[in-house]
Structure formats: C-alpha cells, structure tokens
C-alpha cells in the first residue's frame, strides 16, 4: 500500500510542525491511483519539548528493513540535528535521540536547524566495512544553505550515524543553487537518486514578474568509488532527451575547436568536452555568449588551487538580476584532464566534473542571443574531445 509521509503544518498548534500519513486510494481495478490520498486522521509523530529545537521538526525520511520501519526528521540542538524515530508498525513511532548532529563551533556554517536529512546506503569500502551517507540542508542565521554529505557508517543498536571524517563535504560548488535534497534506492536498479532544488536565486520582483521561482535539479546517481571518495553522475536516463547531434570532435587545438563552434547555438544543450592542461593554469568553456561576448558565463578549472569555478560577472547586463561574481569550490583531479559533462536548460547550467563534482548555477543574459559557446584557457589548452547535442524537451 503506497503512503506518504509528510510535514503537516498547523499554525494553530504548538508546535505547528508534526510528521503525519497519507494512504493512496484505489481504482476500481485495485491498483493504487498515486493520484488521490487519504490523510490518517491523527499525526503520526508529534514533537514534544526536548525532542530537538521546538517549532522546528520536518522532513521525514523514512526507510525499512527486516527489523522495522526507521524515520529521520530535521531539526536542531545546539546546532542542525537529524531525530531518530523507529517503529514496527509504521504508525507507533519510538523517539531514539539524536541520529547525528552539528557541531555548530567548529563547523558554525552548518546553522541552528537542518532540513531534508536524507541517509542512503552505499554498499561496502574495499575493506568490507559497510558505508551509508548522509546528505542535509542547514537554514537558519549564520547556515551555509547548501547540501552538505558524510560518508560514515550506521550503528543500528543506537540509531545513530558516526561519520568516517568530522568535517562535512559538498556535492556541489555553486553557491545557493544546490538545495533541499531528496534521495531513493531505485527499486529497479539499485542506485542511489538524488533529487534537489536548485534555486533561482533572484530578486522576489523577478519572480514575481516572471511567473515562476525556481526548478528541480536533474536527478543524480551517487556512490561509493574505489577510491573512497562519494561519485556523482547524471542518471544515464538523460540521454533520452538528446536530440541532434551538433558537433563532435577530438584532438583538436582551442582555435580550431573554436571555429567549429562559431554554428552552435543554444539554451538547450547537453555538452561533454575532455580538456588536457598542456600550458594553460585555468581552462574551460564559455556559455551563453553573445557574439561580441558582451554577456557570457565561464566555468572553467584552476589547475593551481584544484578548484572548480563559475565566473558569473558578465553573466547579464541586466542590473535587476542577481547572477553575478565567482563561486566554486576544491576538486582535486589528482593529475586527470578535466572532464565536464553540462546540461545548458534555459536559465539552468548543470556542470558535472570527473565524476567528483558538481557546479549548478542559474543564469539571466539580458540579449537574446546570448546563445554562444567558446572553449577558453589562460593558455595552450588542448581538447581531446567535444560533443554536443540538442536537448529535447520532456514532454
């Protein structure tokens, strides 16, 4: 029976935040519709006082196993915390503490109160220990609002998570545009989705004269990769979206490759280009150029930091947009060309490096042909391959 667990919101309750159920009805045929639910009268999971920071309890994640059915849900104490809850029946919830927690001195960017705790298994290391992670989003004053991951293990007998290392990492190196995560095993496959909000991040003018407020970012597969490091990908399922082939080319020097991109245009475009260092120290590619690059944005690597980068300055003319300066964050190749594989969709860009990162940002170009594309490095960079294709819509 499919149900759903959800934050129920009640400002006329003390708190106003509860977990509660929803059953999926039924077709005349007995399969579940997925369309209509019925909520169970009562909520499930009522916060009482030290039970995390009152007023803030939310998000469920909730997963079973042999044993029974296990709930984390976002909260603070002394810091952004995940609440452990456990049942056998999916209705009874037994409140076990705290699953994991901040330690908001030394890592004060990871704020008063997290959302969306997500926890995932990702198999066993290559000594046979076996790992899970753990993804949350810290709101609140002073919180870095981005999706933030251990890698450690779970210690069932306390429902508690030990991370493998103190500090927290990050999928992805924009800034802000990488949020509110979501995860699943893929019944089908096995692989671990990921599925976040990328915000907009504009003025609430613009959105307000646009209609709309930001999207849903692609779903990812994460895992667990040899070298203990989390591996990130596009789920490969978005290849179906490819339509023309636009270019495709190897071994070929930044000015010649360039020449070749002089006849593609657009905002809806997938891009996998490999790029070998040779002399250049910063090198990548500019989308959503115009042709006397008035406006462009640049995602290119620092070879000498190891970091991943999105310049944004000449993003837009337009002074009402936020789109603007430099984010980005450490990616070490440890000696590999750079490999990015970029999803351009409208205001979207998508850049996933080597596996390792991702760098998703969101961009307004005031002229409408800010459609272009250009390879850039600081000097003799070499590409030793290029392919681009349309994207297709998904409807």
């Known amino acids: 029976l499919p149900v759903l667990f959800f934050t129920a919101g009640n400002d006329s309750a003390s708190p106003n935040q509860s977990v509660a159920l929803a059953r999926s009805t039924y077709t005349l045929d007995g399969n579940p519709d997925l369309v209509h639910w019925v909520k169970h009268p009562e909520p499930l999971i009522v916060q009482k006082k030290g039970m995390g920071a009152f007023g803030d309890f939310r998000d469920p994640f909730v997963w079973k196993d042999d044993d029974g059915w296990y709930a984390l849900v976002g909260s603070g104490i002394e810091g952004g915390a995940a609440l452990a809850f456990a049942s056998q029946d999916m209705l009874n919830w037994t409140y076990k503490g705290p699953f994991f927690k901040a330690d908001i001195q030394k890592f004060p960017y990871l704020g008063p109160i997290w959302e969306l705790p997500v926890l995932l298994p990702l198999g066993s290391d290559k000594q046979g ?26 210690d069932k007998q306390n429902l508690s998570f030990i991370p493998d290392q103190e500090e927290p990492q990050l999928i992805d190196v924009g800034d802000f545009h990488f949020t509110g995560p979501s995860g699943m095993v893929d019944p089908k496959t096995g692989r671990n989705i990921v599925f976040t909000i990328a915000q907009g991040d504009r003025t609430s003018e613009m959105e307000y004269k646009s209609g709309w407020a930001h999207n849903g970012g692609l779903p990812l597969s994460v895992y667990l990769r040899d070298d203990g490091r989390l591996g990130i990908e596009p789920i490969q399922e978005l290849q179906s979206l490819r339509g023309a082939k636009r270019l495709s080319l190897r071994d070929q020097s930044l000015a010649e490759t360039n020449v070749q991109l002089r006849d593609v245009h657009g905002d809806m475009l997938e891009i996998q280009l490999e790029l070998e260092p040779g002399s250049a120290k910063q090198f990548g590619i500019k989308v959503r150029c115009t042709p006397d690059g008035e406006e462009e944005t640049l995602l290119y690597y620092d070879w000498n930091q190891a970091m991943l980068v999105v310049d944004r300055s000449k993003t837009t003319l337009y002074p009402g947009e936020k789109c603007r300066g430099v984010q980005g964050g450490k990616l070490e190749l440890l000696g590999e060309n750079l490999k ?41 960079a070499f590409v030793k391959s290029l392919d681009i294709w349309d994207m297709q819509s998904i409807w």
């Open 129 to 154: 220990v076996n790992k899970h992670l753990l993804l949350v989003s810290p709101v609140g004053k002073g919180a870095d609002v981005e999706v933030f991951y251990w890698i450690g293990q779970l």
């Open 340 to 380: 990015l594989h970029i999803y351009l969709d409208r205001s979207m860009v998508e850049a996933y490096a080597n596996g390792l990162k991702s760098l998703t940002t969101r961009v307004y170009p005031s002229r409408i042909d800010a459609l272009g594309l250009e390879i850039w490095g600081d000097g003799e």
